[in-house]
């Protein structure tokens, strides 16, 4: 079964940055690369929304409310996926998951915690 992990969140200052990772320790790096990787997160109160994804095209797709501050890579040896946010603001709180997609298969991981404040 496909899981994937994230790691990385924490509690930081506003104009801070975090590394988010998100990992795939379960399945053979052939079947990672067939995933299309993204990030969304979910606010207290709001429905979970879009921040990054790579599209099946090889590109990236940006939330505009992030644009500019995070940025998505990935890493295929390590079947690893980051998201890089800088200037972090008191908004961007929220649990951010990764999430893969095949043609067939939708899979979430369980999210981690990102805490804005000072």
């Known amino acids: 079964q496909v899981q994937f992990v994230e790691s990385g969140g924490g509690l930081v200052q506003p104009g801070g940055s975090l590394t988010l990772s998100c990992t795939a320790p379960r399945i053979i790096l052939s079947t990672f690369t067939l995933y299309t990787m993204g990030w969304y997160r979910q606010a207290p109160g709001k429905q979970r929304e879009l921040v990054a994804t790579?599209?099946?095209?090889?590109?990236?797709n940006v939330a505009d409310a992030v644009k500019g501050r995070f940025t998505i890579s990935k890493n295929n040896s390590k079947k690893t996926v980051y998201l890089q946010m800088n200037n972090l603001k008191p908004e961007d709180t929220a649990v951010y998951y990764c999430?893969?997609?095949?043609?067939?298969?939708?899979?979430w991981g369980p999210g981690t915690q990102v805490t804005v404040s000072s």
């Open positions: 790579f599209t099946s095209g090889g590109g990236t």
């Open positions: 999430r893969g997609t095949t043609g067939e298969r939708d899979t």
